[in-house]
């Protein structure tokens, strides 16, 4: 059996379990049981004659092998979907981007950058959504993905180890500062000394240390009060004088009332990065307006 035997579907179950992370996620997202995509996967693999997923305790992880299927997979599904398109008499559509981006990017720069590419690029169409870097850049590597906005935190890593390394571009980097209660007493003060951070009531994210909450050099076990992944809510929550969190400097604008975000003195510094990535090669002209664009919004809040 050769890898030329492998059916479109197999393919499309392939892409989606590496852009998910794990088969519970792609069946999920592709409304099949997980023993379904996993005969797709063993059909696939039965085709290539070797393994092309790393099966570990957290998901999967593509295999050398699994990576050279992977962007072979990605361009067989997107002609075959183009072809399809073509036959319906749909236009080629050269023009629409796909862009990714983690939750503080969608607050602020996303908008701004889209509006302004809308005046000037009207012929070019944006289609978004909103990810954790890790999910992001699996949908770079699957392909789903033209370009992502990502987080970064010290020491400033690639975003992953797979090969080709993807082309990255930092467009902000910024301290991480803490939102509190405007009648909080340490809201008198323009920062916040690291050691009155001790003792107090967090607002933190679900568990994933890409969603901010409790401080990264908080030096002792801290009190969680609430949880939740999305950043409004917490600094509603923040408002409502049920807590602290930790929060992107860049989210200083849109603050509701009763909130003030402060910057953190004493202790290590609590660096993060917005980078936008893709993957390596050239860069097709929209791709290039939208990276403008985006680029340009940040220039607009220094």
């Not at 992880?61 to 997979?73: C, E, F, I, M």
Request: net charge positive.
């Amino acid at each position: 059996m050769a890898l030329t035997d492998a059916s479109l579907v197999a393919l499309r179950v392939f892409r989606e379990v590496a852009e998910r992370g794990t088969l519970t996620a792609a069946a999920t997202a592709l409304g099949y049981t997980q023993s379904a995509v996993s005969r797709q996967i063993a059909a696939l693999e039965r085709a290539a004659g070797t393994e092309l997923l790393e099966r570990r305790h957290d998901g999967v992880r593509l295999t050398p092998a699994g990576r050279l299927v992977l962007r072979r997979a990605a361009v067989v599904v997107d002609q075959v979907d183009a072809g399809a398109r073509e036959l319906a008499g749909l236009p080629e559509d050269v023009s629409t981007i796909r862009l990714g981006w983690i939750a503080t990017a969608g607050a602020w720069m996303v908008p701004r950058a889209l509006a302004a590419l809308g005046r000037t690029h009207p012929s070019i169409t944006v289609v978004t959504r909103e990810g954790s870097t890790p999910a992001l850049v699996r949908a770079l590597r699957a392909g789903t993905l033209d370009i992502a906005l990502i987080s970064s935190a010290p020491p400033f890593r690639a975003p992953d180890d797979e090969t080709p390394p993807l082309a990255v571009d930092t467009l902000v980097e910024r301290s991480l500062r803490v939102a509190v209660p405007s009648t909080h007493p340490v809201a008198r003060n323009d920062f916040i000394d690291v050691a009155d951070l001790r003792g107090q009531r967090w607002i933190s994210g679900p568990g994933d240390p890409w969603v901010m909450g409790v401080w990264p050099g908080l030096d002792e076990r801290p009190v969680v009060a609430h949880t939740a992944r999305d950043w409004l809510a917490k600094l509603q929550l923040v408002a409502a004088g049920l807590g602290i969190t930790t929060i992107a400097a860049s989210l200083v604008g849109v603050a509701p009332a009763g909130v003030r975000i402060l910057p953190v003195r004493g202790g290590p510094a609590e660096q993060r990065r917005t980078v936008l990535a893709r993957l390596p090669g050239p860069v097709p002209e929209p791709v290039a307006r939208l990276a403008a664009a985006l680029r340009a919004a940040v220039l607009e809040t220094e």
